[in-house]
Protein backbone atom coordinates (compact mmCIF):
# COMPACT_ATOMS: atom_id res chain seq x y z
CA UNK A 1 0.00 0.00 0.00
CA UNK A 2 2.56 2.29 0.84
CA UNK A 3 4.70 1.69 -2.32
CA UNK A 4 1.15 2.35 -4.54
CA UNK A 5 0.92 5.44 -2.53
CA UNK A 6 4.18 6.54 -3.50
CA UNK A 7 4.10 5.99 -6.48
CA UNK A 8 0.99 8.30 -7.31
CA UNK A 9 2.92 11.19 -5.39
CA UNK A 10 5.93 10.99 -7.88
CA UNK A 11 3.23 10.65 -10.64
CA UNK A 12 1.20 13.61 -9.42
CA UNK A 13 4.52 15.69 -9.38
CA UNK A 14 5.83 14.68 -12.81
CA UNK A 15 2.60 15.31 -13.54
CA UNK A 16 2.53 19.50 -12.25
CA UNK A 17 6.03 19.73 -13.72
CA UNK A 18 4.84 18.86 -17.11
CA UNK A 19 1.94 21.23 -16.56
CA UNK A 20 4.39 23.64 -15.62
CA UNK A 21 6.32 23.35 -18.61
CA UNK A 22 3.50 23.39 -20.84
CA UNK A 23 2.79 26.52 -19.30
CA UNK A 24 5.90 27.42 -20.18
CA UNK A 25 5.60 26.96 -23.73
CA UNK A 26 2.38 27.91 -24.11
CA UNK A 27 3.56 31.20 -22.71
CA UNK A 28 6.42 31.96 -24.90
CA UNK A 29 4.41 30.71 -28.36
CA UNK A 30 1.90 33.44 -27.16
CA UNK A 31 4.36 36.41 -26.97
CA UNK A 32 5.76 34.74 -30.61
CA UNK A 33 2.32 35.36 -31.55
CA UNK A 34 1.64 38.34 -30.30
CA UNK A 35 5.34 39.77 -31.86
CA UNK A 36 4.11 38.16 -35.33
CA UNK A 37 1.23 41.26 -35.50
CA UNK A 38 3.77 43.30 -34.58
CA UNK A 39 5.84 41.98 -37.31
CA UNK A 40 2.48 42.78 -39.76
CA UNK A 41 1.79 45.96 -38.66
CA UNK A 42 5.84 47.03 -39.22
CA UNK A 43 5.85 45.66 -42.45
CA UNK A 44 2.67 47.65 -43.54
CA UNK A 45 4.73 50.65 -42.43
CA UNK A 46 8.12 50.19 -43.97
CA UNK A 47 6.44 49.46 -47.24
CA UNK A 48 4.33 52.60 -46.94
CA UNK A 49 7.20 54.96 -46.87
CA UNK A 50 8.78 54.12 -50.01
CA UNK A 51 5.45 55.75 -51.80
CA UNK A 52 5.50 58.65 -49.18
CA UNK A 53 9.09 59.02 -50.28
CA UNK A 54 7.94 59.43 -53.79
CA UNK A 55 5.61 61.53 -53.14
CA UNK A 56 7.31 64.42 -51.36
CA UNK A 57 10.39 63.87 -54.40
CA UNK A 58 8.91 66.10 -56.29
CA UNK A 59 8.08 68.44 -54.14
CA UNK A 60 11.36 68.43 -51.70
CA UNK A 61 13.62 68.17 -54.50
CA UNK A 62 15.90 70.80 -52.51
CA UNK A 63 15.51 69.17 -49.24
CA UNK A 64 17.21 65.62 -50.79
CA UNK A 65 19.26 65.03 -47.38
CA UNK A 66 15.80 64.74 -45.43
CA UNK A 67 14.29 61.76 -47.84
CA UNK A 68 17.87 60.39 -47.82
CA UNK A 69 17.61 60.11 -43.91
CA UNK A 70 14.08 58.61 -43.91
CA UNK A 71 15.16 56.38 -46.81
CA UNK A 72 17.81 55.51 -44.94
CA UNK A 73 15.86 55.28 -41.05
CA UNK A 74 13.39 52.76 -43.12
CA UNK A 75 16.38 50.74 -44.30
CA UNK A 76 17.53 50.61 -40.70
CA UNK A 77 14.23 49.66 -39.46
CA UNK A 78 13.92 46.79 -41.80
CA UNK A 79 16.71 45.11 -40.71
CA UNK A 80 16.03 45.40 -36.87
CA UNK A 81 12.31 43.52 -37.90
CA UNK A 82 13.90 40.99 -39.40
CA UNK A 83 16.74 40.36 -36.66
CA UNK A 84 13.73 40.56 -33.98
CA UNK A 85 11.65 38.19 -36.19
CA UNK A 86 14.99 35.63 -36.38
CA UNK A 87 14.31 35.84 -32.14
CA UNK A 88 11.37 37.31 -30.48
CA UNK A 89 11.97 38.15 -27.28
CA UNK A 90 15.92 38.01 -27.53
CA UNK A 91 16.98 41.59 -25.93
CA UNK A 92 19.31 42.69 -28.57
CA UNK A 93 17.48 42.00 -31.29
CA UNK A 94 14.26 44.39 -29.36
CA UNK A 95 16.31 46.97 -28.01
CA UNK A 96 18.12 47.11 -32.28
CA UNK A 97 14.66 46.87 -33.23
CA UNK A 98 13.30 49.80 -30.53
CA UNK A 99 16.01 51.92 -31.96
CA UNK A 100 16.07 51.38 -35.42
CA UNK A 101 12.07 52.46 -34.92
CA UNK A 102 12.63 55.38 -32.88
CA UNK A 103 15.13 56.46 -35.63
CA UNK A 104 12.33 55.95 -38.33
CA UNK A 105 9.66 57.75 -36.48
CA UNK A 106 12.10 61.01 -36.03
CA UNK A 107 13.29 60.97 -39.74
CA UNK A 108 9.42 60.89 -40.43
CA UNK A 109 8.32 63.53 -38.05
CA UNK A 110 10.97 65.73 -39.81
CA UNK A 111 9.73 65.00 -42.78
CA UNK A 112 5.86 65.90 -41.92
CA UNK A 113 7.24 68.89 -40.50
CA UNK A 114 8.86 69.76 -43.61
CA UNK A 115 5.97 69.59 -45.98
CA UNK A 116 4.40 71.55 -43.23
CA UNK A 117 6.12 74.21 -45.28
CA UNK A 118 4.88 73.23 -48.89
CA UNK A 119 1.08 73.21 -49.21
CA UNK A 120 1.20 71.93 -52.60
CA UNK A 121 2.61 68.82 -51.17
CA UNK A 122 0.55 68.91 -48.13
CA UNK A 123 -2.57 69.39 -50.27
CA UNK A 124 -1.25 66.35 -52.46
CA UNK A 125 -4.41 63.62 -52.34
CA UNK A 126 -1.80 60.87 -52.47
CA UNK A 127 0.02 62.31 -49.71
CA UNK A 128 -2.91 62.59 -47.50
CA UNK A 129 -4.02 59.28 -48.21
CA UNK A 130 -0.23 58.09 -47.27
CA UNK A 131 -0.39 59.82 -44.14
CA UNK A 132 -3.33 58.36 -43.04
CA UNK A 133 -2.83 55.05 -43.94
CA UNK A 134 0.59 55.52 -41.91
CA UNK A 135 -1.22 57.50 -38.95
CA UNK A 136 -3.46 54.12 -39.02
CA UNK A 137 -0.92 51.79 -39.05
CA UNK A 138 1.12 53.59 -36.21
CA UNK A 139 -1.99 53.22 -34.27
CA UNK A 140 -1.63 49.31 -34.75
CA UNK A 141 1.71 49.54 -34.49
CA UNK A 142 0.92 50.84 -30.66
CA UNK A 143 -1.82 48.34 -30.16
CA UNK A 144 0.59 45.36 -31.34
CA UNK A 145 2.67 46.16 -29.05
CA UNK A 146 1.16 46.43 -25.69
CA UNK A 147 -0.65 43.36 -26.49
CA UNK A 148 3.27 41.78 -27.35
CA UNK A 149 4.66 43.37 -24.04
CA UNK A 150 1.78 42.17 -22.32
CA UNK A 151 2.62 38.54 -23.21
CA UNK A 152 5.56 39.19 -22.55
CA UNK A 153 4.78 40.23 -18.97
CA UNK A 154 2.73 37.08 -18.75
CA UNK A 155 5.06 34.54 -19.55
CA UNK A 156 8.53 36.42 -18.01
CA UNK A 157 5.92 36.20 -14.80
CA UNK A 158 5.19 32.28 -15.48
CA UNK A 159 9.49 31.48 -15.86
CA UNK A 160 10.11 33.84 -12.45
CA UNK A 161 8.04 32.18 -10.13
CA UNK A 162 8.76 29.38 -8.08
CA UNK A 163 8.30 26.23 -8.97
CA UNK A 164 8.02 27.48 -12.29
CA UNK A 165 11.67 28.67 -11.62
CA UNK A 166 13.39 26.04 -11.76
CA UNK A 167 11.69 24.52 -14.43
CA UNK A 168 12.45 27.55 -16.56
CA UNK A 169 16.07 27.42 -15.76
CA UNK A 170 16.57 23.33 -15.87
CA UNK A 171 15.01 24.19 -19.82
CA UNK A 172 16.92 27.17 -20.31
CA UNK A 173 13.47 29.59 -20.86
CA UNK A 174 15.13 32.77 -21.59
CA UNK A 175 13.55 35.81 -20.01
CA UNK A 176 11.83 38.02 -22.72
CA UNK A 177 12.13 41.42 -23.45
CA UNK A 178 9.54 43.71 -24.17
CA UNK A 179 9.56 46.35 -27.06
CA UNK A 180 10.15 50.11 -25.84
CA UNK A 181 9.43 53.33 -26.80
CA UNK A 182 12.85 54.72 -25.74
CA UNK A 183 12.14 58.36 -27.20
CA UNK A 184 10.79 61.01 -25.06
CA UNK A 185 9.27 62.71 -27.46
CA UNK A 186 7.43 60.03 -29.24
CA UNK A 187 5.97 59.57 -25.58
CA UNK A 188 4.71 63.14 -25.32
CA UNK A 189 1.57 64.31 -25.81
CA UNK A 190 1.30 66.67 -29.02
CA UNK A 191 0.22 69.55 -28.44
CA UNK A 192 -2.79 71.22 -30.02
CA UNK A 193 -3.25 75.35 -30.68
CA UNK A 194 -6.00 76.47 -32.76
CA UNK A 195 -4.57 80.17 -33.46
Do not use: C, W
Amino acid sequence: MGLIIFLVLIVLIVVYFVAIYNGLVTSRNGYKNAFAQIDVQLTRRHDLIPNLVETAKGYLAHERGTLEAVVQARNAAVSGLAGAKANPGDPVAMQQLSGSENALTQSLGRLFALSEAYPDLKANQTMMQLSEELTSTENRVAFARQAYNDSVLTYNNKREVFPSSFVANSFNFAAAEPLKVEDPAVRDVPKVSFT
